[in-house]
């Protein structure tokens, strides 16, 4: 099929082979684009190295998005590899883990500043530096999850970044539109995956969501990658701002089944 003959794409937020990023690298590789990878700190490289080089992909640069000098420095360096892109996908998100328990209304300012930080500003900061790399148009897709639209118990401050990276992604397909440069997000179901290790319950969660979803069950990373491989491709050429579900529909519920007749 070779859906991405020709393309070549930077992919931001693997940590490990579970991680959603891996899965859109290896498929977008396998669809014939050309990738680079890029990893948060320096102890991951022992990871994704490996990786990469089981893909044969050759670019693999570390970048922290805290930081605008590492942003600007990974930049710098896809410019001179690849000179050009069609391609941007973020996938990171992180909260300080004792947000992620307890109550929302305890959230700390620094809490919330951190969360916002690497989980939403860093789309629009890694954007705004795709977009000079995208002189004939290309595509960006993100990564967020339902905690953005309704309350999900304990997802408390990255429900309201990820509201906030929604909002990034529509503001950005307005302003990148006229460059021919498509902004989408995938909102994904639950995913066992580094960042769901540490959640307290997560098994519980996906059983809960996998019982009751319409199509019974829950989606995988690959699913994830497939949605991506789609929008970054000629296939999703006229879908820009958009939240595409890949949640095995768990998302248009207003209320489950009863697990048996009521009455
Ligand atoms: P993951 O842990 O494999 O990926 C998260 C990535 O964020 C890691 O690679 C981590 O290194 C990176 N990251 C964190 N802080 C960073 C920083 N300062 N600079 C650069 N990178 C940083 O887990 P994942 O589930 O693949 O998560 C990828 C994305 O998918 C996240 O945005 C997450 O919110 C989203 N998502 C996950 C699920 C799920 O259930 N796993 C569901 C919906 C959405
Ligand atoms: O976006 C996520 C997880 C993002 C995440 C995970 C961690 C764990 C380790 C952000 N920051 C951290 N910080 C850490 O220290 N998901 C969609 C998965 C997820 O996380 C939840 C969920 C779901 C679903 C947390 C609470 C409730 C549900």
């Not at 690497?118 to 900061?125: D, E, L, T, W």
């Not at 906030?164 to 179901?189: C, K």
């Not at 296939?235 to 697990?259: K, N, Q, R």
């Amino acid at each position: 099929m070779s859906l991405l003959a020709g393309k070549k794409a930077l992919v931001f937020g693997v940590a490990n082979k579970y991680s959603i990023a891996w899965a859109i690298a290896e498929m977008f590789k396998q669809e014939g684009a050309d990738v680079g990878l890029s990893y948060a700190i320096p102890q991951l490289e022992k990871r994704v190295q490996p990786l990469a080089e089981e893909l044969g992909v050759t670019f693999v640069e570390k970048c922290d998005v805290t930081s605008d000098d590492e942003i600007d420095a990974v930049f710098e360096k896809a410019g001179a590899h690849f000179s050009e892109i069609d391609i941007l996908v973020h996938a990171i998100a992180f909260a300080p883990s004792n947000e992620l328990e307890g109550r929302f209304y305890n959230t700390s300012r620094e809490g919330f500043r951190v969360a916002m930080d690497i989980s939403a500003y860093s789309y629009v900061a890694l954007a705004q530096r795709a977009l000079n790399l995208m002189p004939n148009g290309g595509s960006m897709v993100t990564m967020t999850y339902y905690g953005a639209e309704k309350v999900v118990p304990h997802y408390n401050v990255m429900g309201v970044a990820k509201a906030a990276l929604e909002a990034s992604t529509r503001y950005l397909a307005a302003d990148l539109g006229p460059h021919n440069i498509r902004v989408n997000a995938i909102s994904a179901g639950p995913i066992k995956t580094l960042a769901a290790a540490g959640i307290a319950g997560f098994r519980k969660m996906l059983g809960y969501v996998g019982e009751r979803a319409p199509l019974r069950r829950n989606i995988d990373q690959e699913e994830v990658a497939k949605t991506a491989l789609w929008l970054c491709s000629d296939l999703g050429s006229g879908v820009t701002g958009e939240i595409v579900y890949v949640d095995a529909g768990y998302h248009i519920l207003g209320m489950p089944e009863p697990p048996e007749k009521w009455e």
